[in-house]
């Protein structure tokens, strides 16, 4: 049992068709957080959360079938702590005998950013469709209100009607504040909220 030498960055690992680890690399070591003794009785058991020896068959048998595979796992240090983890293995053969070339690279953080740049493209593209929902909605419900504005100023109107065009006054009011909530809100969203400095009384 030796060290795999390397200027990778990435883990490296030899494992035997059982899934032990023959070789591994000082970075295997470093990011496993093992000691170089207890680096020397893992297995693929040991660090990888989901494997099973079902899986295990299977990778064997897909890496027989081509030259290398390519895939994400759990992977787990010493210390119980787990990362997501880019995976490239292959079959190398010495002495006649059959052994997993393995590496991988810790992607926690890359996938962080990667999630942390898609949210905010949601929420991008969330701010855009509530800012032109929210005009469209404004402009037809101005016309409405104003030409309620204009009826109501009429003294001859029937009580009936009066109090059916308050109530589409009083709503139409009460959904343009909404509106404007909305708008207010994507600001927000977006970092262009201005805030107006107004003395004003508490009474």
């Known amino acids: 049992m030796k060290k795999k030498q390397g200027s990778s960055t990435d883990g490296i690992f030899v494992l035997d068709i059982y899934g032990n680890a023959i070789e591994f690399s000082n970075e295997a070591q470093n990011i496993l957080c093992y000691d170089y003794d207890s680096m020397k009785g893992l297995s693929i058991f040991d660090w990888d959360k989901y494997m099973t020896s079902e899986y295990f068959e299977t990778l064997i048998d897909t890496l ?100 059916n065009l308050k109530i589409i006054q009083s709503s139409s009011n009460s959904l343009r504040d909404i509106i404007n909530d909305i708008l207010d809100f994507t600001k927000i969203q977006a970092g262009k909220f201005d805030i107006n400095n107004k003395p004003f009384s508490l009474k």
């Open 64 to 163: 027989d079938d081509k030259n290398k595979h390519d895939f994400t796992r759990t992977l787990v240090t010493k210390k119980k702590k787990e990362f997501i983890a880019h995976v490239s293995a292959k079959i190398i053969e010495h002495q006649n005998l059959k052994y997993i070339h393995l590496s991988f690279r810790n992607i926690s953080e890359e996938l962080d950013y990667q999630n942390k740049v898609f949210e905010e493209r949601v929420n991008e593209k969330k701010s855009q469709f509530l800012a032109n929902m929210s005009h469209e909605i404004r402009t037809p419900l101005n016309g409405i209100i104003g030409i309620t504005d204009i009826i109501l100023e009429k003294n001859n109107l029937d009580r009936y009607v009066y109090e």
